[in-house]
């Protein structure tokens, strides 16, 4: 597999010394790509977008509308987003991540003129990274223009609206005020909650489920309001959006979408056996009986209490499976979990533990023991 890395690779850097020299004649081609080249080989992803950043920066005259002018005049034509990559007519796809950054590190002082060109660089690859120096210099400001661009008619400068201010973005720097009170942004989402597109609404779902890490009330409350009447593709949204809170069994988010404490008679956890070797499979089953005298939603997920370094146990919820119970109606809820070494897990012997997690609500342990 090809490193990550070369994402931004010498032929990107080739192909933003062309199209500077062709919209900006007074820059010497090699005495742009020379330096670059030199260094580019050992510098990983983002430090290789920073690096012709800088040498942009350098290169771009000192006055505000020109340097917007000659950035623009590089951009391809096409408005489809990163489509097949950079060509003769302009810089799309990785090639545009540089150019963005020129305007997140020194535009801040061109405010307005510089939000309007990262309108125009995510249209070819995305702004979602560049925009965030602005929210954090002034929010309002920033909020007020991207405010303008909730009914543009190309979907990706839609979906910056909500990615671009998602509190917590990967990869991008956090916003501390939307972290410490998101409100702010949330008439953005409420006009984009019903997007033609599903990848803005997808976005809008990413960043509730952001909020959900920091005010969980809030997007239960949102999300109990924004179900009334909801189209299918809305509850949908509202569902990934929430997705956090019901991994956790979080009561509340769980009786937005129909779950409520579930009324099933005292169950049995069973393990097919109670030692078990890394590499092999952990069987387990339970039969479900309802009590109520109307249907029900039953959500069943299941917690692995892993041990830890220092003996300890600490559980991770595996999904599981949801049904509607008719009264009287049992169903038995049975499941096979590989146990094998994953990069992002070290496992250790000694007593383990698995529970159910039936709406929200915990089952007690069952203890195995796992040898390695």
Not at 114 to 137: D, G, K
Request: proline fraction near 8%.
């Amino acid at each position: 597999m090809e490193p990550f890395k070369n994402f931004i690779s010498p032929q990107i850097a080739d192909q933003i010394a062309d199209h500077l020299c062709r919209v900006h004649p007074g820059q010497k081609r090699e005495a742009f790509l020379t330096p670059i080249l030199a260094r580019l080989e050992n510098l990983e992803l983002k430090a290789r977008a920073a690096l012709i950043a800088e040498a942009l920066n350098t290169a771009l005259p000192p006055e505000p509308a020109t340097r917007r002018a000659i950035l623009s005049a590089m951009l391809h034509p096409s408005e489809d987003g990163g489509g097949d990559g950079s060509d003769d007519s302009g810089l799309r796809g990785w090639a545009i991540w540089p150019l963005s950054m020129v305007i997140e590190r020194h535009g801040l002082a061109d405010f307005d003129g510089s939000m309007a060109l990262l309108r125009l660089m995510t249209m070819r690859f995305t702004a979602e990274f560049a925009v965030r120096p602005f929210l954090i210099a002034d929010q309002e400001r920033a909020l007020a223009l991207m405010a303008g661009w909730l009914d543009d008619r190309n979907e990706h400068v839609r979906r910056l609206v909500s990615e671009g201010t998602r509190p917590r973005l990967p990869w991008g720097m956090r916003l501390p005020g939307l972290i410490a009170d998101p409100r702010p942004a949330l008439p953005l989402l409420e006009a984009l909650r019903d997007d033609p597109s599903d990848y803005v609404r997808r976005s809008v779902a990413n960043h509730l489920n952001d909020i959900a890490k920091d005010h969980p009330a809030l997007v239960v409350d949102l999300a109990a309001r924004w179900m009334a009447d909801a189209p299918p593709p809305r509850q949908s949204l509202l569902r990934h959006a929430c997705r956090s809170l019901i991994k956790a069994g979080e009561p509340a988010a769980l009786a937005v979408f129909g779950q409520h404490a579930p009324q099933i008679a005292p169950l049995t956890l069973r393990l097919a056996r109670d030692r078990v070797k890394m590499g092999e499979v952990l069987e387990f089953s339970a039969v479900l009986r309802p009590t109520a005298t109307r249907a029900q939603t039953v959500s069943v997920d299941y917690l692995l209490y892993l041990r830890k370094a220092d003996g300890s146990l600490r559980p991770k919820v595996f999904k599981g499976a949801t049904r509607r119970l008719e009264p009287g109606e049992s169903w038995e809820f049975s499941r096979r979990h590989a146990l094998r070494p994953v990069t992002t897990r070290r496992h250790y012997p000694g007593g383990h533990a698995l529970a159910l997690q039936i709406n929200g609500q915990d089952t007690e342990a069952v203890p195995f023991e796992l040898e390695l």
